[in-house]
């Protein structure tokens, strides 16, 4: 069980934020949860992306199918919200090509749980 490759130099869209993720217009119930259950909208974007920044690092990450875009992952994190409330969020990944940064491609909250890794012994704990 790894952390996500290169999770120290992760991608992630403030555009993509704002324009489907975080957007009521565009995704009503993802947005609505996002706003209800971390206090996470179009305004305070950035403070999302810095959250999931300073937590990637740590947590299991689950290679998935491969396709034409890419290697996928999924990294499920426990997120303490803008309202300071906690939520699990599932972010998934694509790296485009070997040595590559992963680029966010999806995230919601989720009722799955984030798993930790033990860097030093690359092993959950």
């Known amino acids: ?11 992630i869209s403030i555009e993509k934020l704002i324009g489907y993720a975080l957007n009521l217009d565009k995704q009503p119930d993802k947005a609505l949860l996002f ?10 974007a950035e403070e999302l992306i810095a959250n999931i920044n300073s937590n990637i690092k740590n947590l299991k990450s689950v290679e998935k ?4 875009y890419g290697k996928r992952y999924q990294v ?8 300071n409330r906690e939520a699990n969020v ?12 992963p680029r966010l ?4 909250v989720t009722n799955r749980k ?3 890794v033990n860097q030093n012994e690359n092993r959950t704990i």
Do not use: C, F, Q
């Not at 199918?65 to 034409?68: E, Q, R, S």
């Open 35 to 44: 706003d209800i259950v971390l206090g996470y909208n179009i305004s305070n």
């Open 114 to 116: 984030a798993e930790r």
């Open 65 to 68: 199918k491969a396709d034409k």
């Open 90 to 101: 599932l972010t998934g990944w694509v790296i485009e090509k070997e040595g590559g940064n």
């Open 1 to 11: 069980m790894n952390i996500l490759p290169n999770a120290d130099k992760i991608i």
């Open 76 to 83: 499920i994190m426990n997120l303490t919200g803008a309202n």
């Open 105 to 108: 491609t999806t995230l919601y």
